[in-house]
């Protein structure tokens, strides 16, 4: 498989210096772009949303968009995706273990792609969630590699056989591990607004959209777990969940309504727009 790794394109294996701040401070930022049918999908959002993770945490890029897209592009067509994902990572680069920033520094980026089917047995069956305390940061706007809160809730989820945890802060719902969350109640869609306390995903901005275009009403409101289990429908969504209906929060069930049906259906339709 080849990997674009600072620079270059080589084979498999890659040599990380101990002094990268991305394994020693998890000091570096990351995108995971889907692909669909050898097609790189909703790309351009995901690396501005990284130029933006850059910006906030003062890493200068080296590379432009159009400059990642065509990397990626290149990995698909070598590594002959068809069905996969794509994930960056942008560390602040090498310098002797210090907090501080390096007085000049080249970051280090690597580009990788592997091969992902999509997770219709989730979508169709829908999945279970356990809900939890957030216990991170607050700048979960910034796709950030440091990832313990998220690792340490998603091990939660999964020691309960769960598939995500749903995570709560001050009594109001923020996000999943490694998703964003949404609750129909008659008829309309809530999510938590995008602020510091949430990653703004792009899947939920595609969803966003497609509730537009079907004339389902959308509001970025915050909730609490008691609206959650009170919920008609419940879903989840990420790069690689897409559009994943919840059918079981600790102990309750839900069921899988029609909102949930035609975001799914318009969903598809937005990642295969000629059928
Ligand atoms: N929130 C968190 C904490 C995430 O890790 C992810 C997945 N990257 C998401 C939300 C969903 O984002 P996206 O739709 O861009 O994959």
């Known amino acids: 498989n080849l990997i674009y790794f600072n620079g270059e394109y080589v084979n498999d294996k890659i040599a990380i210096d101990p002094n990268d701040r991305g394994y020693q401070f998890g000091d570096g930022i990351y995108e995971v772009v889907r692909v669909y049918n050898g097609m790189l999908f909703t790309a351009r959002e995901h690396f501005e949303r990284l130029v933006r993770s850059a910006a906030e945490i003062q890493i200068k890029l080296e590379l432009t968009v159009d400059d990642y897209i065509e990397i990626c592009q290149h990995l698909i067509t070598e590594n002959q995706v068809t069905d996969g ?35 219709v047995e989730g979508m169709d069956k829908g999945v279970k969630v356990i809900t939890l305390e957030d216990i991170r940061w607050l700048r979960c706007d910034i796709k950030s590699l440091n990832l313990l809160g998220n690792v340490l809730a998603k091990q939660q989820a999964h020691v309960g056989q769960a598939v995500e945890a749903i995570q709560v802060r001050d009594g109001i719902v923020t996000e999943g591990a490694s998703s964003n969350v949404f609750i129909i109640k008659n008829g309309t869609i809530y999510t938590h607004p995008a602020n510091h306390l949430i990653l703004n995903g792009i899947t939920r901005i595609v969803i966003k959209r497609c509730a537009e275009e079907l004339n389902i009403p959308f509001v970025e409101k915050t909730f609490t777990p008691e609206e959650l289990y009170d919920a008609d429908e419940v879903i989840i969504s990420s790069t690689s969940l897409e559009v994943t209906p919840v059918t079981q929060i600790d102990d309750q069930t839900v069921e899988i309504g029609p909102v949930t049906r035609q975001l799914q259906q318009a969903f598809k339709e937005k990642i295969y727009p000629a059928s």
Request: proline share 9%; charged share 15%; net charge positive.
């Open 85 to 119: 994902l794509i994930y960056v990572q942008v560390t602040r680069g090498n310098a002797l273990r210090n907090h501080i920033f390096p007085e000049s520094f080249k970051p280090v980026t690597l580009i990788y792609s592997y091969d992902s089917a999509r997770p």
